[in-house]
Antibody, heavy 123, light 110 residues
Framework: EVQLVQSGAEVKKPGESLKISCKCSGYNFGSNYWIGWVRQMPGKGLEWMGIIFPGDSDTRYSPSLQGHITISADKSISTAYLQWSSLKASDTAIYYC???????????????WGQGTLVTVSS | QSALTQPASVSGSPGQSITISCTGTSSDVGDYNYVSWYQQHPGKAPQLMIYDVNNRPSGVSNRFSGSKSGNTASLTISGLQAEDEADYYCSSYTGSSTWVFGGGTKVTVL
């Protein structure tokens, strides 16, 4: 059974750093699948943030978020990460990780999702 | 990359059919047959309902169907049921391993 299990809720102050995780199981994490990150600000819609291919760490970012976030992955523990070096109040949101199939399989959609991680940034 | 345009809300009575539109541009919806739709109930993670414009994943009711014409994709829910009340989001591949989502549509079952 494919599962994406995310780390727990976080409360941080502006300017602090943070790294949240997405532990994947039930499939071969290191090949054939990408992991994407999606933001949902309070009461708002879904926003695509970026994506990583754990096999070779090929990473793409939304132009609006490039430079503010870093996406990474550790194949040895089948885990993807989303991190900030300096949080802002506007980063308050629920963050979801989601799996996408390989380009060679023509899977251009997100078929499994994590449960979400609530990040609250407040002074 | 601007969000795809969806109506804020759509409603219907049980048993009726409703359609949600999703309008993009020639660089996303109009350029790729990689439109997907997600259902999100309050407090829950999104769930894939339609992929590649008109394909249903295993386990999704055949009451859900998708289509596309030009820069606009659509999701139709037929035989509306109370459990269909949720937010629905469209998404399109935009090339170079990037995606865009729609603003979301709240479906209300009257």
């Amino acid at each position: 059974e494919v599962q994406l299990v995310q780390s727990g809720a976080e409360v941080k102050k502006p300017g602090e750093s943070l790294k949240i995780s997405c532990k994947c199981s039930g499939y071969n994490f290191g090949s054939n699948y990408w992991i994407g990150w999606v933001r949902q600000m309070p009461g708002k819609g879904l926003e695509w943030m970026g994506i990583i291919f754990p096999g070779d760490s090929d990473t793409r970012y939304s132009p609006s978020l490039q430079g503010h976030i870093t996406i990474s992955a550790d194949k040895s523990i089948s885990t993807a990460y989303l991190q900030w070096s300096s949080l802002k109040a506007s980063d308050t949101a629920i963050y979801y990780c989601a799996r996408k199939g390989s380009d060679s399989s023509r899977m251009y959609y997100f078929d499994y999702w994590g449960q979400g991680t609530l990040v609250t940034v407040s002074s | 990359q601007s969000a795809l345009t969806q109506p804020a809300s759509v409603s219907g009575s049980p048993g009726q059919s409703i359609t949600i539109s999703c309008t993009g541009t020639s660089s996303d919806v109009g350029d790729y047959n990689y439109v997907s739709w997600y259902q999100q109930h309050p407090g829950k993670a999104p769930q894939l309902m339609i992929y590649d414009v008109n394909n249903r994943p295993s386990g999704v009711s055949n009451r859900f169907s998708g289509s596309k014409s030009g820069n606009t994709a659509s999701l139709t829910i037929s035989g509306l049921q109370a459990e269909d009340e949720a937010d629905y989001y469209c998404s399109s591949y935009t090339g170079s391993s990037t995606w865009v989502f729609g603003g979301g549509t709240k479906v209300t079952v009257l």
